[in-house]
């Protein structure tokens, strides 16, 4: 008798660890297709390029001696890049928008000091997206 207790015992933990196991397999995969979906836009992928694109047009500006003059001449590089850049998007039926606030004073700042640049980028596409990222000369 007890050995048919301990054996229905077993089969039993067998049965309810099995069962623990498909249903957490089935909200997990569940849980993984709701969290995809953002993924499945190019809203990311804009976002990303975009910031990388300024991020590598200001940490490769030349330095001289005069840091206003090399924040200035950034400044043109970095209008013509949004500018491209809201070109190319709007072509592919995406509205860019940016606002970008440049403090020359700041130029040779670090963290956690203030950001020399501060870009605002919003934009609609499949669904709206809007951010605001600080970028430093130095790193």
């Known amino acids: 008798m007890a050995a048919k207790k ?6 039993t933990a067998v049965f309810l660890t099995g069962l623990l196991f498909a249903v957490q397999q089935a909200l997990l995969t569940y849980s993984l297709l709701d969290l995809s979906d953002p993924f499945q836009t190019k809203e990311n992928y804009i976002a990303m390029n975009l910031i990388d694109s300024v991020n590598y047009t200001i940490r490769t500006q030349k330095d001289t001696t005069d840091h206003t003059a090399d924040c200035l001449e950034f400044e043109n590089h970095l209008k013509e890049l949004l500018s491209v850049m809201r070109h190319d998007l709007s072509g592919q039926g995406y ?42 000369h130095k790193q």
């Open 95 to 136: 509205l860019v928008e940016t606002i970008y606030m440049l403090n020359c004073s700041y130029w040779d700042n670090a963290r956690p000091f203030p950001a020399p640049m501060e870009l605002t980028i919003s934009f609609t596409g499949t669904c709206e997206s809007f951010g605001k990222i600080k970028f430093y």
């Open 6 to 11: 301990a054996q229905m015992l077993v089969v």
